[in-house]
């Protein structure tokens, strides 16, 4: 039972058991796995459509469960967002094109633990303005896995995370943020991508949350499409994302989602 073990904090959040780790990592191995796997699918001409139909087949294939194919009417195995899609892109029948930069975001369900990492990918030839946004992103979600330890705030992750971005003339999206996980897929704390020095909630050890800034080359400002999921920059430039999975330690971040074939940037491995 989710109940049994583990305590609430005051905000709301979840301090899980030290056993409850080794669930996490074989939810997030799952996930990290099929991201590697999937990046020989994406290429000039592929379809949207046609990654998620594969990642459909993976997710099967771990004998794990898709957490998005039903999720709030969701239908798709994985959100897919190309270019000025910032995230919640929906796989469809349009082709990618030769330069075309994209976020693939899976979620599964392992044994009742959730694993959910999103990477980027490129179809294609790179352009010199997506690799620099591609690598900031990156490198700002990295920044913010620095900031996890007991003591420090979620203030203290978004701070990072915002300061490095603007420090880059870039700009975080504050519409969307990171979220407590475990044997749930949206749980307290929101965790945002933006903020200052010690404000919100206490880390402590046990807990489990994602982090996953959205960096845009232009303003931060969103708009969600008809469709009711795409969501855009509203200035029309390109966004990119990365995602980690992760549960706070003695000394600093245990990450869930870590690319076995080390492949978790579009321009490594
Ligand atoms: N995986 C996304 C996240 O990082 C959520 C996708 S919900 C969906 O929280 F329904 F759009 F798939
Ligand atoms: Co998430
Ligand atoms: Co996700």
Same mark, same amino acid.
Request: proline share 4%.
């Given at each position: 039972?989710?109940?049994?073990?583990?305590?609430?904090?005051?905000?709301?959040?979840?301090?899980?058991?030290?056993?409850?780790?080794?669930?996490?990592?074989?939810?997030?191995?799952?996930?990290?796995?099929?991201?590697?796997?999937?990046? %020989?699918? *994406?290429? $000039? +001409?592929? /379809?949207?459509?046609? @990654?998620?139909?594969?990642?459909? &087949?993976? #997710?099967? !294939? =771990?004998?794990?469960?898709?957490?998005?194919?039903?999720?709030?009417?969701?239908?798709?195995?994985?959100?897919?967002?190309?270019?000025?899609?910032?995230?919640?892109?929906?796989?469809?029948?349009?082709?990618?094109?030769?330069?075309?930069?994209?976020?693939?975001?899976?979620?599964?369900?392992?044994?009742?633990?959730?694993?959910?990492?999103?990477?980027?990918?490129?179809?294609?030839?790179?352009?010199?303005?997506?690799?620099?946004?591609?690598?900031?992103?990156?490198?700002?979600?990295?920044?913010?896995? %620095?900031? *996890?330890? $007991? +003591?420090? /705030?979620?203030?203290? @992750?978004?701070?990072?995370?915002? &300061?490095? #971005?603007? !420090? =880059?003339?870039?700009?975080?999206?504050?519409?969307?943020?990171?979220?407590?996980?475990?044997?749930?897929?949206?749980?307290?704390?929101?965790?945002?991508?933006?903020?200052?020095?010690?404000?919100?909630?206490?880390?402590?050890?046990?807990?489990?949350?994602?982090?996953?800034?959205?960096?845009?080359?232009?303003?931060?400002?969103?708009?969600?499409?008809?469709?009711?999921?795409?969501?855009?920059?509203?200035?029309?430039?390109?966004?990119?994302?990365?995602?980690?999975?992760?549960?706070?330690?003695?000394?600093?971040?245990?990450?869930?989602?870590?690319?076995?074939?080390?492949?978790?940037?579009?321009?490594?491995?």
């Amino acid at each position: 039972m989710y109940e049994k073990g583990g305590r609430i904090t005051r905000e709301g959040i979840r301090i899980h058991e030290p056993g409850d780790f080794a669930g996490m990592h074989v939810a997030g191995r799952v996930v990290a796995r099929i991201l590697d796997d999937i990046a %020989e699918h *994406v290429f $000039p +001409g592929q /379809t949207t459509a046609e @990654i998620d139909r594969i990642i459909t &087949a993976m #997710v099967a !294939a =771990h004998g794990a469960t898709s957490a998005t194919i039903g999720y709030r009417g969701y239908q798709h195995a994985s959100c897919i967002s190309v270019n000025h899609v910032v995230c919640h892109g929906i796989p469809g029948a349009k082709a990618l094109k030769d330069g075309d930069i994209l976020n693939i975001d899976v979620t599964v369900i392992v044994d009742g633990w959730f694993g959910d990492s999103s990477r980027m990918y490129v179809a294609g030839n790179l352009s010199r303005k997506a690799e620099r946004l591609i690598q900031v992103t990156h490198d700002a979600l990295m920044k913010g896995i %620095e900031a *996890v330890r $007991p +003591g420090n /705030t979620f203030g203290d @992750i978004g701070h990072a995370i915002q &300061a490095f #971005v603007e !420090a =880059h003339r870039m700009s975080v999206v504050r519409d969307f943020c990171g979220h407590g996980l475990g044997r749930v897929f949206h749980a307290p704390p929101n965790v945002l991508h933006y903020g200052r020095p010690g404000r919100e909630a206490v880390l402590e050890e046990g807990m489990f949350f994602t982090i996953e800034p959205m960096v845009n080359l232009g303003r931060p400002e969103t708009k969600v499409l008809a469709d009711d999921w795409t969501a855009v920059t509203r200035d029309k430039s390109l966004s990119a994302q990365f995602e980690h999975s992760v549960g706070v330690t003695a000394n600093g971040a245990d990450v869930f989602t870590l690319s076995p074939a080390g492949k978790f940037h579009p321009t490594w491995g």
